[in-house]
């Protein structure tokens, strides 16, 4: 199901930059949704272009080593990617009182979807699948997993019921 990234000399069609571009907003739009929902500072159209952005530049770069047969533009367009996105992630933490931090795992949703947009961008549908699944779950089972882990402990939960907030999130 996994394709390579094209062979030197070999340009990707229109409608396989299309496919992988389309791949890469809905990947991001079903992380975002989760976020949005949860009421989280990024949301749909923030985690869209984030992988939307990361399959592009993923893409172009492609393209550009496959013309000039340079395979290994791609991987330091990927290093830059994943280096880069942590500045966007960081804009969405925030220290409040009490030494709590929240934002954490929206910053890191925002990382996943770029690594996922990446892998959009080089049509590695294996990794896009199954790591879209895994983030998903992770962001749905998460919280009420580590809310009940803390009334076992008989610790205190930091969260309202129904708010969708999570600690640290």
């Known amino acids: 199901m996994s394709r390579p990234p094209p062979r030197p000399g ?38 869209a272009l984030v992988s939307l ?20 533009a791609v991987s330091r367009v990927m290093q830059g990617i994943i280096t880069g996105i942590g500045f966007l992630g960081a804009g969405v933490i925030l220290h409040q009182d009490q030494g709590r931090v929240r934002g954490l795992t929206t910053a890191a949703s925002i990382w996943i979807v770029a690594a996922l947009g990446i892998a959009c961008g ?22 009420p997993l580590e809310r009940a882990v803390h009334r076992l402990m008989g610790e205190p939960s930091d969260d309202k019921p129904g708010t969708g907030s999570q600690p640290g999130d």
């Open 10 to 47: 070999r340009l990707m069609t229109p409608a396989d930059v299309a496919f992988r571009l389309t791949a890469a907003v809905l990947v991001g739009t079903a992380i975002g949704l989760n976020r949005d929902l949860r009421g989280k500072p990024a949301g749909v159209r923030t985690h």
């Open 53 to 72: 952005g990361s399959a592009v530049v993923t893409v172009i770069a492609a393209n550009a080593g496959a013309a000039n047969s340079d395979v290994a």
């Open 122 to 143: 080089v049509a590695d549908w294996w990794p896009v699948g199954l790591g879209t699944g895994l983030t998903l779950l992770v962001l749905m089972t998460g919280g």
